[in-house]
């Protein structure tokens, strides 16, 4: 069965810093997706940035990248630039492939706050 | 363009009422997901469907919950008896898995529906 850990529960940092979020995983699949969601207050989870796993280039949307790191099952969210409008909470997850899509395993999630 | 909408928002009942959540994904997507988020066990996956078809329900808690896509454009899950141990947010996604292209494993969440049995 896959995992998702995300060791830090809370995480803050100043407005205009950067600001990395670890997450690792266990799989013995090959053939994955991994992904961050972000959680604001109004509980909404939102799409932030995605990586596929046959890919060695790590994703980029804007001030949000990855470090992926296949062999050791590390995946972790850099974001810069931070802004108050990036206080949530952020969650890491993992979904193996198959051909009817896949169901996402989610990390237990790590809070961030900016400060201004 | 919509998103994924679910209804009711905010639902609060007595223990042993049924409760049926709502959610009309969006337009065109062909996979939809229902996630339950607690405080103790985190998002977790309740069930999906492709093609209206459910492929995975090893979330279902037991047989008070239940699931159903009768049509592209919508699902319900049911709780009957509802219990306190089900409060919790409940969410509905939604996507486009094409697996010719390989493309839409994107996953879109509606805005949830609170739930509160007490």
């Known amino acids: 069965a896959q995992t998702v850990t995300q060791s830090q529960p809370e995480m803050s940092v100043q407005e205009a810093e950067t600001v990395t979020l670890s997450c690792t995983y266990d799989?013995?699949?090959?053939?994955?997706?991994l992904f961050w969601y972000k959680q604001p207050p109004s509980r909404q989870m939102i799409l932030v940035i995605r990586?596929?796993?046959?890919?060695?280039q790590n994703a980029t949307e804007n001030r949000f990248s990855v470090n992926f790191q296949k062999a050791a099952k590390s995946f972790s969210l850099k974001i810069s630039d931070s802004q108050l409008g990036d206080t949530a909470m952020y969650f890491c997850?993992?979904?193996?492939?198959?051909?009817?899509?896949?169901?996402?395993?989610f990390g237990q999630g790590t809070e961030l706050s900016v400060k201004p | 363009d919509a998103g994924v909408i679910q209804s009711p928002r905010h639902e609060v009942t007595e223990m042993g009422q049924e409760v049926t959540l709502r959610c009309k994904p969006i337009?065109?997507?062909?996979?939809l997901f229902w996630y339950r988020q607690t405080m103790m066990r985190g998002l977790e996956l309740l069930i999906y469907f492709n093609n209206n078809v459910p492929i995975d329900d090893s979330g279902m808690p037991e047989d008070r919950f239940s699931a159903k896509m009768p049509n592209a454009s919508f699902s319900t899950l049911k709780i009957q008896p509802s219990e306190p141990r089900d409060s919790a947010v409940y969410f509905c996604?939604?996507?486009?898995?094409?697996?010719?292209?390989?493309?839409?494993?994107?996953?879109?969440f509606g805005p949830g529906t609170r739930l509160t049995v007490t």
């Open positions: 799989t013995s699949e090959n053939n994955y997706y």
């Open positions: 990586q596929e796993a046959y890919k060695q």
């Open positions: 337009s065109g997507h062909n996979s």
């Open positions: 996604a939604s996507s486009s898995y094409t697996r010719t292209s390989g493309r839409g494993d994107e996953q879109y």
């Open positions: 997850a993992f979904m193996k492939r198959n051909n009817q899509g896949g169901k996402l395993i």
